[in-house]
């Protein structure tokens, strides 16, 4: 059965190994890994374009982009800090991307009859090359979006939830089924933990207990099925409007986005609970997002009280009509309170009070997860 159309500026990533329940062998995650890299690739430079790694320092580089061009560092992640250069350097690439599988089962994890006849060497690679794909998907600067059907065990349940919106159905079942073998999914256990709660992801770890989607639904967006309704409709439906609403959004404020909240919400682990600093660091990428192109469309349109049409995703040429964000603030009334407030005064109160209460997720560096990229 052939996938549903994708809208423009959507890109499907497939798995497709389905007479062995879309296990993850070395051809499979080297197709995915292909197929990732096409997604990614820079437009002029053909190197990657990924988000630095998810630590604070990297946003003294963003900074230095943003204020000089001629800059090295700018040559490096203008096309990050910048809707207009975003729009240069991946003109024609996805904004969303969408990861899918073919059969019954997302994916039932590794390839257990191909691990055992493998050397060391071979082993090692195949690990080498799950973190990689785990690593890409990761640090995708576009949102992945990923459908989960029937099942998704050990490497299969890891590669889901590397994703940034995992759905799936009510009785979607989940495992890490390594204990059972002696061979605990410690990697996959990585990407788990970061989604679902710590004690949680330990006793599916250890007792290998098998888990539905409905009994974590704040881990998982579990699809509400109505009486009668077919439950396949119901995930269809569900996966075409996460994307709608993923794809009508500004595609360089999402990967500026995507980076500051889990830079910021590793700062617990450094500062105490880091909250202080979470929230200094997050009026710093305000700062760097007012400066965008499309925020300052967002603004305007805002006003104007029209859709923002984003010059990152190419249908906006820009206009000198649009709001300055450097210029007095304009008293508007607040949507939700109807209070007079300055929008930019709103921006900077939303930032501080909302960053940095965060749910558990993480970078990741696991060994046993793969993906597949393709196009619609």
């Not at 630590?55 to 982009?65: C, G, I, Q, R, S």
């Not at 989960?148 to 890490?176: C, K, R, V, W």
């Not at 109505?226 to 709608?244: F, H, N, T, Y």
Request: aromatic share 6%.
């Amino acid at each position: 059965m052939p996938f549903p159309k994708l809208p423009p500026r959507v890109a499907y990533i497939r798995l497709s190994n389905p007479t062995k329940r879309n296990a993850l062998s070395i051809p499979v995650l080297k197709d995915l890994k292909s197929q990732l890299d096409s997604a990614l690739t820079l437009r002029p430079t053909r190197r990657m374009g990924l988000l630095p790694k998810f630590t604070p320092n990297a946003l003294e580089e963003l900074e230095e982009a943003l204020q000089d061009p001629t800059s090295k560092q700018w040559k490096r992640w203008g096309w990050l800090v910048s809707a207009s250069e975003w729009k240069k350097q991946r003109d024609g690439a996805p904004d969303v991307l969408v990861l899918r599988s073919v059969g019954p089962v997302f994916s039932s994890g590794h390839d257990l009859k191909e691990l055992s006849k493998m050397s060391r060497d071979d082993v090692k690679t195949l690990f080498n090359l799950c973190s990689d794909v785990m690593m890409t998907i990761r640090r995708s600067p576009v949102p992945v979006v990923c459908p989960i059907q029937g099942l998704a065990t050990a490497a299969g349940f890891q590669l889901a939830m590397s994703t940034d919106f995992p759905i799936a159905l009510p009785d979607t079942q989940f495992s890490l089924p390594g204990a059972k073998i002696g061979l605990p999914c410690t990697s996959p256990s990585t990407a788990i933990s970061r989604r679902f709660p710590a004690a949680a992801t330990y006793r599916l770890l250890a007792t290998a207990e098998p888990i539905k989607a409905s009994d974590y639904p704040d881990a998982v967006d579990v699809v509400k099925v109505s009486p009668g309704e077919d439950p396949e409709e119901a995930l269809e439906k569900r996966v075409a409007a996460v994307i709608e609403r993923l794809a009508s959004m500004s595609p360089q404020q999402q990967a500026v986005g995507k980076w500051a909240y889990w830079s910021q919400f590793g700062f617990g682990k450094t500062y105490g609970d880091g909250y202080d600093q979470a929230t200094q660091f997050a009026a710093r990428v305000m700062a760097l997002h007012a400066k965008s192109e499309d925020a300052k469309e967002g603004i305007a349109a805002f006003l104007e009280k029209r859709e923002a049409v984003w010059i990152s995703n190419g249908e906006h040429e820009a206009k000198e009509t649009a709001v300055d964000v450097d210029a007095p603030a304009t008293e508007v009334a607040d949507p939700v309170t109807e209070d007079a407030a300055s929008s930019t005064e709103a921006d900077a109160t939303a930032t501080g009070a909302g960053e940095s209460t965060a749910e558990i997720e993480t970078p990741d560096t696991d060994i046993d997860h793969p993906t597949t990229a393709d196009r619609s």
